[in-house]
Structures are given as structure tokens and as C-alpha cells.
Nanobody
Framework: EVQLQASGGGLVQAGGSLRLSCAVS????????IGWFRQAPGKEREGVSC????????YYSNSVKGRFTISTDNAKNTVYLQMNSLKPEDTADYYC?????????????WGKGTQVTVSS
């Protein structure tokens, strides 16, 4: 059974940090790209960051570049999203997802979200 379990969300003040984790099981972690997406109330889902486990290529949206860092622990089949200098506009439900090729709006597998709330 494929599972992507996101965790680490919470309430933080602006300027603070959070680290999200995405624990993966049920498929060969090394062959997939893992991405983080977010969706704020009333807004469309946004691709935040992506990492390819085959060649370590990374992607960051302009809105988070320089503040967020994506990384993997292949021994634990886990992808992390370190979020620093958080802003109120980062408030959203954050989801991790996996795809055999790369991160797009259509991913092979999706996990449930973890909520991030940044207070001003």
C-alpha cells in the first residue's frame, strides 16, 4: 500500500521556522521525485518545492526560494521541508506527493496534508 504521511505542521509566529516531514512507503523511494504543495483557503494549490531522488535536482517556487530547503533521508524514506523566515502568506495546508518523473500538478501519489499557520 502506497503511503505518504506528512507531519510537522503547526502554529508559528512570523519569522519563525518549521520542519515538515513526508514519510514514504509502498514504492521505491529512490526512483521518484517528491514534491511539496500547499493550498490556502480560497486559493489554488501551489507547487512549493520538489526534489528528484535519482539525481538530487531541486525546484523552489519564487515565493519560497531562499527561505525553504528540501532534503531527503534515503535511509528513512523521508523528505523534509525546512521552512525559515515564515510569513503569514505561507499559511496553508501542505501536502507531499510523488511522481516517477518530476513534480507537476498531476502526481502519481498524494498524501494527506499538514496544516501550517503563521501568525503576524
Amino acid at each position: 500500500e502506497v503511503q505518504l504521511q506528512a507531519s510537522g505542521g503547526g502554529l508559528v509566529q512570523a519569522g519563525g521556522s518549521l520542519r515538515l516531514s513526508c514519510a514514504v512507503s509502498g514504492f521505491n523511494f529512490d526512483d521518484y521525485a517528491i514534491g511539496w504543495f500547499r493550498q490556502a483557503p480560497g486559493k489554488e494549490r501551489e507547487g512549493v518545492s520538489c526534489i528528484s531522488n535519482s539525481d538530487a535536482t531541486t525546484y523552489y517556487s519564487n515565493s519560497v526560494k531562499g527561505r525553504f530547503t528540501i532534503s531527503t533521508d534515503n535511509a528513512k524514506n523521508t523528505v523534509y521541508l525546512q521552512m525559515n523566515s515564515l510569513k503569514p502568506e505561507d499559511t496553508a495546508d501542505y501536502y507531499c506527493a510523488a511522481d516517477k518523473i518530476w513534480c507537476t500538478s498531476v502526481m502519481d501519489y498524494w498524501g494527506k496534508g499538514t496544516q501550517v499557520t503563521v501568525s503576524s
